[in-house]
């Protein structure tokens, strides 16, 4: 069955250094996300892009993050500089179409900043 | 702004009970509802995805049910086994997915 994959499944890193997590979506999806968890907190919306573009986005994502799907068939979330406060669990999720489709998630990516 | 309560924040039951999860909403504004599975450290499984059409979805012991008017919606699972322990939760779609907190759930052999 397709599935949502994601790498690293865990990043360190220290303040104020740039990361990149990396998503595969489903492949035949047009439409991806990105979501993020703080331990013991909701899981909140990112980020959505479709056809190259941002669709959406939340109160988080500052300038400091940007999104790229750099060929047909990855995802990237950057985080320019990292502060303590970006530590979470990061999900990107993909959906076949738009509103109102069904979205699936990866695994996550557990980005700790030291 | 849309807010998602879930109710209970924990439940324990043993194993073989049937059970009921709560979801509620404050805009009924929405294109669909759908219901998560997380365990520990883990991804977020989809469950049910329920169209704001539609009244309920059926899958195997899962059957989740919404009343957008009232901004409710409800998880019930049937003959709960010690393998359904682990985190639901409840996430209406307006431009995005907006989450519950979550219910946590253990099953007890």
């Known amino acids: 069955e397709p599935e949502v994959t994601q790498t690293p499944s865990h990043q360190v890193t220290q303040m104020g250094q740039e990361v990149i997590l990396r998503c595969v979506p489903i492949?035949?999806?047009?439409?991806f996300y990105w979501y993020r968890q703080i331990l013991g907190q909701k899981v909140e919306f990112l980020v959505s892009?479709?056809?190259?573009?941002?669709?959406?986005k939340s109160e988080i994502f500052d300038d400091q993050f940007s999104v790229e799907r750099p060929d047909g068939s990855n995802f990237t979330l950057k985080i320019r500089s990292t502060k303590l406060e970006d530590s979470a669990m990061y999900f990107c999720a993909s959906s076949e179409q738009g509103v109102g489709y069904e979205q699936f998630f990866g695994p996550g990516t557990r980005l700790t900043v030291l | 702004k849309q807010e998602v309560t879930q109710i209970p924040a924990a439940l324990s039951v043993p194993e073989g009970e049937n059970l009921v999860l709560n979801c509620s909403f404050t805009d009924s504004a929405i294109y669909n509802l759908q219901w998560f599975r997380q365990d520990p450290g883990k991804g977020l499984t989809s469950l049910l995805l329920?169209?704001?059409?539609?009244r309920e979805q059926t899958s195997g012991r899962l059957n989740a049910s919404l009343d957008k008017s009232s901004g409710r919606s409800t998880l019930y699972i049937a003959a709960s086994q010690p393998g359904d322990s682990a985190t639901y939760l409840c996430?209406?779609?307006?431009?995005?997915?907006?989450f519950g907190k979550g219910t946590s759930l253990l099953v007890t052999p």
């Open positions: 996430a209406v779609l307006g431009y995005a997915l907006n």
């Open positions: 329920i169209q704001s059409s539609q």
């Open positions: 892009f479709y056809n190259n573009e941002i669709s959406e």
């Open positions: 492949s035949n999806h047009l439409y």
